[in-house]
Antibody, heavy 124, light 107 residues
Framework: QVQLQESGPGLVRPSETLSLTCTVSGDSVTSGNYYWSWIRQAPGKGLEWIGYIYYSGSTDYNASVNHPSLKSRVTISLDTSKNQFSLRMTSVTAADTAVYYCARDRDGYNFLYWGQGLLVTVSS | DIQMTQSPSSLSASVGDRVTITCRAS??????LIWYQQKPGKAPKLLIYTASRLQSGVPSRFSGSGSGTDFTLTINGLQPEDFATYYC?????????FGGGTKVEIK
């Protein structure tokens, strides 16, 4: 059974870098044609896709017109030795306060397996 | 970006009711539409993929329909465990986008 678990600091100061890790069990981050994604949810708000890393290492990030700076601040990477993938987001502001989820797709751009979520608060 | 609009944003229903939630895409997404259920403090759960295919383990009272720009999630015979927030998501192309959610509450 595929399981994902987010880890990282729950508090990050404004302008600093947010770094989260997703540890995967029951599957390998390099096996199969899967997308490993990060999704966030601001308190009381809806879901926002941040980006993914494909099993091959290729990435795609949200370049939404609603958040033009998001793509330039985000990096998602794989650590195959630890069977993990990570999110790095620079220059955070209070608007980045959210529950961050890692997820794996079923077969394409959908999300079947999710971590439990990690609340990250951006505050001084 | 493809905008996803859900309606209503909330609804009140009773156990046993039939509930319908709609999702409209700002452009044609064929059948690349996903439905999720989210309960408070929990990660979303995939219910329906490719607009109408039921994910394994999801009760058959859930069904999805539609193609192009207009989609529907139907719950036939609402159960106590179905009170939650439901989200649609387009999986046509990136950036992947979600609807704003529909909260199903107890009447």
């Amino acid at each position: 059974q595929v399981q994902l678990q987010e880890s990282g600091p729950g508090l990050v100061r404004p302008s600093e870098t947010l770094s989260l890790t997703c540890t995967v069990s029951g599957d390998s981050v390099t096996s199969g044609n899967y997308y490993w994604s990060w999704i966030r949810q601001a308190p009381g708000k809806g879901l926002e896709w941040i980006g993914y890393i494909y099993y091959s290492g290729s990435t795609d990030y949200n370049a939404s017109v609603n958040h033009p700076s998001l793509k330039s601040r985000v990096t998602i990477s794989l650590d195959t030795s630890k069977n993990q993938f990570s999110l790095r987001m620079t220059s955070v502001t209070a608007a980045d306060t959210a529950v961050y989820y890692c997820a794996r797709d079923r077969d394409g751009y959908n999300f079947l397996y999710w971590g439990q979520g990690l609340l990250v608060t951006v505050s001084s | 970006d493809i905008q996803m609009t859900q309606s209503p944003s909330s609804l009140s229903a009773s156990v046993g009711d039939r509930v319908t939630i709609t999702c409209r895409a700002s452009q044609n997404i064929n059948s690349y539409l996903i439905w999720y259920q989210q309960k408070p403090g929990k990660a979303p759960k995939l219910l329906i993929y490719t607009a109408s295919r039921l994910q394994s383990g999801v009760p058959s009272r859930f069904s999805g329909s539609g193609s192009g720009t207009d989609f529907t999630l139907t719950i036939n015979g609402l159960q106590p465990e179905d009170f939650a927030t439901y989200y649609c998501q387009q999986s046509y192309f990136t950036p992947l986008t979600f609807g704003g959610g529909t909260k199903v509450e107890i009447k």
